[in-house]
């Protein structure tokens, strides 16, 4: 069946503009994760939903930082304000439950960079 | 979640067990043992978890010490698509905050021709 999908693919944007991630998760799938990944390091939590609501936010790194998934299924993460810091490949997740042992598959990511 | 330690890089031929090993120490009893990789410009994929039992399924093998503190993941055979990062990851089974994974660093696998 299909997988997580995440568009664009890749983002280029200047450094003060918005921009809008999005990511596709497995029909049924109840959560939803949003990762980012810079250069050479491991993934890092970003925001977490289970169904409409974000269950823990706890690793958004700052108020220029937002995600909402107002029917529970598609997501989108929005960048207000972007700074060259910002630039990274974000991806995103998804799995039937939120606890485990219910896996999370992750889609191919979004490559930002700010410029 | 418990914290994991698994050395930066490790090669294997082709064809060879590839023996990928993690240490948990402070694993509690009600947390599981994950491994994903992540193959260049690819998301992580999940390949196996286990908590007290070893497992096996299409992918690979996971071996859990008796005591639950350190593990084996094993790729039987491996192949050039098997070079990778390799994360071992380890999480509580129970509570809602506990569903985000903590990735470290992960072992770099590189197999030879």
């Known amino acids: 069946g299909a997988g997580v999908s995440q568009t664009p693919s890749n983002k280029v944007t200047e450094k003060g503009k918005y921009v809008e991630l999005r990511c596709d998760p497995i029909s049924g799938h109840t959560a939803l994760y949003w990762y980012r990944q810079s250069l050479g390091q491991g993934p890092e939590f970003l925001i977490y939903?289970?169904?409409?609501?974000?269950?823990?936010d706890s690793g958004l790194p700052n108020d220029r930082f937002f995600a909402v998934r107002p029917e529970g299924s598609v997501s989108t993460l929005k960048i207000q304000r972007t700074e060259r810091g910002d630039s990274a490949v974000y991806l995103c997740a998804s799995s039937l439950l939120a606890q485990p042992p219910s896996e999370q598959y992750f889609g191919p990511g979004t490559r930002l960079t700010v410029t | 979640d418990a914290k994991t330690t698994q050395p930066p890089s490790m090669d294997c031929a082709e064809g060879r067990a590839a023996n990928l090993p993690c240490n948990h120490s402070t694993i509690s009893g009600n947390e599981y043992v994950y491994w994903y990789r992540q193959i260049h410009s690819q998301g992580p994929q999940y390949i196996i978890h286990g908590l007290k039992n070893n497992e096996t399924n299409e992918m690979a093998s996971l071996i859990i010490t008796e005591d639950r503190k350190s593990s084996t993941l094993i790729l039987p055979h491996a192949t050039l698509r098997d070079t990778a990062v390799y994360y071992c990851i380890v999480r509580v089974a129970l509570y809602s905050s506990a569903s985000k994974i903590i990735f470290g660093s992960g072992t770099r696998l590189s197999i030879r021709p």
């Open positions: 939903f289970q169904g409409t609501g974000a269950a823990d």
